[in-house]
């Protein structure tokens, strides 16, 4: 019914900036919660941002100050533009949804590497 397409992710070097996309096909895109976490082998799954229906925002300790999460309700798409990246960051990152239930995102890799 509701599917997660991301797109944005790739290789970028240290000090680089990133912005990724998620566009949720159905209907209920403006009254869900949208968000990104993101996993590294051998760990859970953490969160990075959420941005709720009504625009209100929390962010990881990890990437406030660097990381921005967006929403266009128009376009049922979220964002989440990184700057300052570090090689830490690298990791699958997968877009959320909270609607009824969590909806995945198939993930995207973002490696940042000299």
């Known amino acids: 019914q509701v599917q997660l397409v991301e797109s944005g992710g790739g290789l970028v070097q240290p000090g680089g900036s990133l912005k990724l996309s998620c566009a949720a096909s159905?209907?209920?895109?403006?009254?869900?919660?949208m968000g990104w976490f993101r996993q590294v082998p051998g760990k859970e799954r953490e969160l990075v941002a959420i941005?709720?229906?009504?625009?209100?925002?929390i962010y990881a300790d990890s990437a406030r100050g660097r990381f921005t999460i967006s929403r266009d309700n128009a376009k049922n798409t979220v964002y989440l533009q990184m700057n300052s990246l570090k090689p830490e960051d690298t990791a699958v990152y997968y877009c959320?949804?909270?609607?009824?239930?969590?909806?995945w995102g198939q993930g995207t890799q973002v490696n940042v590497s000299s």
């Open positions: 941005i709720t229906s009504v625009g209100s925002t």
């Open positions: 159905g209907n209920d895109f403006s009254r869900s919660a």
């Open positions: 959320y949804m909270g609607r009824g239930g969590a909806i």
